[in-house]
């Protein structure tokens, strides 16, 4: 579970986060998450899983469409079904799940710089 102290500090960059739980996953929900400048589109709803039964990556931002960037990214998730929804996630797999959720958010952003 989140702290208290930790979902304020989210809803500080978006309105509405809220912590979510599916099949062992602990999700939080940013709607309307601002992405780094030069993202199309520069807000995207988002789920930060922080932790998971499944071992593939500490932590993953998935996003409810793929983003484009000066960078390229590889959206290894597509379409995965989360929460009755479908998301997308790129491969960004060395961000631990240690310190404030705020901070996981932006270690995920660095990727889109």
């Known amino acids: 579970m989140i702290s208290d102290e930790h979902l304020a500090e989210l809803n500080l960059i978006c309105a509405g986060a809220k912590e979510m739980a599916e099949c062992g996953s602990v999700y939080i929900f940013l709607p309307a998450l601002t992405l780094p400048d030069g993202c199309t589109p520069r807000q995207v709803d988002a789920l930060l899983r922080l932790s998971s ?52 958010v932006a270690q995920h952003l660095r990727a889109l710089q």
């Not at 000066?70 to 995965?80: E, H, I, L, M």
């Not at 479908?86 to 901070?103: C, H, L, M, Q, T």
């Open 53 to 104: 039964t499944n071992t593939d990556y500490p932590t993953r931002l998935f996003m409810s469409q793929m983003v484009t960037s000066s960078t390229p990214r590889n959206w290894n998730a597509q379409n995965v079904v989360i929460v009755q929804k479908n998301w997308f996630a790129y491969s960004w797999k060395d961000v631990p799940n240690e310190g404030r959720p705020i901070e996981v």
